[in-house]
């Protein structure tokens, strides 16, 4: 009987050990570890990378691969084929092991560091850089909205952008497992992306507004602003470029003129070649026919934002009224930190920036006075800025039409002094005020009635010799009786005098 008991407790004991063993939870596969026993988890969780731009795309590489030992009931990890194949060649990580990846400390990597010294930083930005250069696959990721998704098997993986136009730090989820006595559990992975987003900003003046208003001869100060995407750790392709180009009625000044900044500390500039306080060059500039081209080094951009100053003098090309004189400003920058893809931020595209120049112009019409119909021809004129004896800015003579342009002002106010009369016509005495631009306290400008830039001004002669006739018929009747009344009553006393003067000698 005892030896019956003894029997049944070691077989209860063992059905008790093979039934905690299968509480377990965990799909394998048919693919084995180096161990020769454990084999591959095939369970599955889910990969979320949050904070992402909608039309963006990502992929998961895998670092390190689960196998599950069944007789222990352990579950361990090994490096992956293309992982191990980049420690194989690297000289820096070539002695890695699971275990020392596993005791890295990666800081926030897994919510996306944009720049860290960490070390997992650094070596998955070095896997990102084997993956470029040898084309590896990874699992391609769902995007949807503000969120990225992948169902993926059990392991730990690094997930690169594939298209995008900002700056992703790299991102490292594992789907491990939690133990819960004897059984598995595989646990989903949220990743709060962190981006980095270049961009440029152009404008004109010392305020760098979006546009402004000269006249022909003017420099124009131009400003350009960039902002500069922070890459990651290790990466290798860091390329910012803006190139900025102008219309044909502007001409670049010489590159020695212009200035640049790096986050507020200025550069040096040696002809166009830009270098900061330790001599070591930051920029260069090139100008090419309309083209303004600054390539930046990106290893030595000190900050996240770069500040370009230049001047650009306009030419009789510019364009007078209209839409005016828009010049665009257009940044190239890496998007791909460790390829060598670049994206071009332009106007076009929905990117870069423009600034506009506005040039005006005063239109004159000359005619008799009285009658719009005659027009008068050889009529000169001397436009003065700012007062009847400021800068003359043009002389003008209306031709045979009664009509003259003179276009390249900027708003303001002018004066317009007429300086010879067409034969046979009074020259005007007084200049008269001509106001560009919007209305300020009251003031009434000239009307743009096309709509083409010129503001026009309409001007009235009077014949030599006829006094100027304003008024209603009505006046002109009554003066006409007051001059016979006038010259009755002078009449009469020349008569009436001549009289008496007969008189007196008849006496």
Request: negative net charge; without cysteine; aromatic residues 8%.
């Amino acid at each position: 009987m005892k030896t019956k008991n003894k029997i049944l407790l070691l077989f209860l004991a063992a059905f008790v050990f093979v039934g905690t063993l299968t509480v377990r939870a965990v799909s394998v596969g048919s693919d084995t570890g180096s161990d020769g026993v454990s084999k591959n988890v095939t369970d599955t969780a889910t990969l979320t990378i949050t904070n992402v731009n909608a039309g963006d795309q990502f992929a998961a590489y895998l670092i390190l691969d689960a196998f599950y030992n069944e007789s222990s009931n352990v579950i361990s990890y090994e490096f992956s084929d293309d992982f191990q194949a980049f420690l194989n060649q690297s000289g820096d990580y070539s002695d890695y092991t699971v275990d020392r990846y596993q005791k890295l400390t990666g800081g926030d990597i897994s919510s996306g560091s944009a720049a860290s010294s960490s070390e997992l930083d650094k070596l998955a930005s070095a896997y990102a850089a084997y993956i470029k250069d040898n084309s590896t696959s990874g699992t391609p990721m769902n995007t949807s909205g503000t969120t990225a998704t992948a169902t993926l098997e059990a392991g730990a993986y690094l997930v690169l952008p594939t298209q995008t136009q900002r700056v992703y730090a790299v991102m490292v989820g594992n789907l491990d497992f939690t133990a819960t006595g004897n059984s598995w559990t595989i646990n989903n992975e949220e990743i709060n992306a962190k981006v980095s987003d270049a961009a440029i900003e152009k404008g004109v003046g010392d305020s760098a507004v979006d546009s402004g208003s000269y006249k022909v001869g003017d420099v124009v100060p131009y400003v350009i602003t960039g902002t500069v995407p922070t890459w990651p750790t290790n990466s290798t392709n860091r390329v910012y470029t803006i190139k900025d180009t102008v219309t044909a009625g502007l001409d670049f000044q010489a590159v020695d003129s212009m200035k640049i900044s790096v986050g507020g500390t200025p550069l040096t500039n040696s002809n166009g070649t830009f270098t900061n306080a330790g001599s070591e060059t930051v920029a260069t500039a090139e100008i090419q026919g309309k083209t303004l081209t600054i390539t930046f080094k990106g290893e030595k951009i000190s900050g996240t934002t770069v500040k370009v100053e230049y001047g650009a003098k306009i030419n009789s090309n510019a364009v007078v009224g209209g839409t005016g004189n828009k010049n665009s400003a257009s940044l190239v920058y890496s998007n791909d930190p460790y390829g060598d893809g670049t994206y071009t931020s332009d106007p076009a595209s929905g990117g870069g920036d423009e600034a506009t120049v506005f040039l005006y112009g005063i239109e004159i019409f000359k005619h008799k006075a009285g009658d719009p119909a005659t027009a008068l021809e050889g009529a000169t004129f001397k436009i003065h800025k700012d007062s009847a004896q400021g800068e003359v800015v043009a002389t003008v003579t209306t031709e045979s039409d009664g009509y003259i342009k003179t276009g390249g002002l900027a708003e303001g106010i002018y004066y317009v002094e007429e300086t010879k009369a067409p034969a046979g016509y009074q020259l005007l005495t007084d200049p008269l005020m001509v106001k560009i631009g919007p209305n300020q306290d009251g003031e009434e400008a000239l009307e743009d009635t096309n709509s083409d830039g010129y503001y026009e001004l309409d001007i009235a002669n009077t014949e030599v010799g006829l006094l100027p006739v304003t008024g209603s018929i009505g006046t002109i009747i009554l003066t006409v009786v007051g001059l016979i009344v006038v010259g009755g009553a002078i009449y009469f006393f020349v008569v009436y005098k001549k009289k008496k003067q007969n008189e007196q000698q008849n006496a």
